[in-house]
């Protein structure tokens, strides 16, 4: 049985870029030091958008260009990115909030894993990506531990990290 590390989105355009925080900024060493310690295997993923994305519905509520493929804004921050590539994790491109790639491959992967024990996340936005990825996860596996790493995540705002925090908890993820 194998514990799964997701890394949602720790890219630049989050952290410093046209959408980061201070909070996002204050993260990125616990990030990189859980992933860099978890035993488990860690997977990542980056928010992936193109040049056309202030035409689609997304750009259309959020109009601040982010995340090109391709892009400085892209790429993971350079601690993570060092991590993913030593690590040779597997990386999903996400164009929506949540990865439907993500959980069909752990499907898939469940029988070479043994099983999951569990799946916990952390990264960016809480009140995006995260709860999105982990409300996602719990539908596919709704018998396996979903956990949150809350000191390892930023949202939005102070508020819309902690009001995602307790939407995920009355969801019965686990926020640790």
């Known amino acids: 049985m194998q514990n799964i590390l997701v890394v949602i989105?720790?890219?630049?355009?989050?952290?410093?870029?046209?959408?980061?925080?201070?909070?996002?900024e204050a993260i990125v060493e616990r990030v990189a030091q859980r992933a860099g310690s978890f035993p488990g295997?860690?997977?990542?993923?980056?928010?992936?958008?193109?040049e056309h994305y202030p035409d689609t519905a997304e750009g259309q509520k959020l109009p601040v260009v982010h995340c090109v493929r391709g892009t400085w804004g892209w790429e993971l921050h350079p601690a993570l990115e060092e991590l993913r590539v030593r690590k040779n994790a597997v990386t999903f491109?996400?164009?929506?909030?949540?990865?439907?790639?993500?959980?069909?491959?752990?499907?898939?992967?469940?029988?070479?894993?043994g099983g999951i024990s569990s799946i916990t996340l952390c990264g960016l936005c809480t009140d995006i990506c995260v709860i999105s990825n982990a409300l996602l996860l719990k539908a596919f596996f709704p018998e396996i531990p979903i956990l949150v790493d809350s000191a390892c995540c930023a949202g939005v705002t102070p508020e819309s990290h902690s009001n995602a925090l307790k939407a995920m908890e009355m969801c019965q993820i686990d926020i640790v």
């Open 93 to 113: 491109d996400k164009i929506t909030f949540g990865s439907k790639e993500l959980a069909l491959y752990l499907g898939e992967k469940m029988k070479e894993f």
């Open 9 to 24: 989105d720790m890219q630049n355009d989050f952290i410093s870029g046209s959408l980061g925080t201070k909070e996002a």
């Open 41 to 50: 295997p860690v997977f990542f993923t980056r928010d992936t958008h193109t």
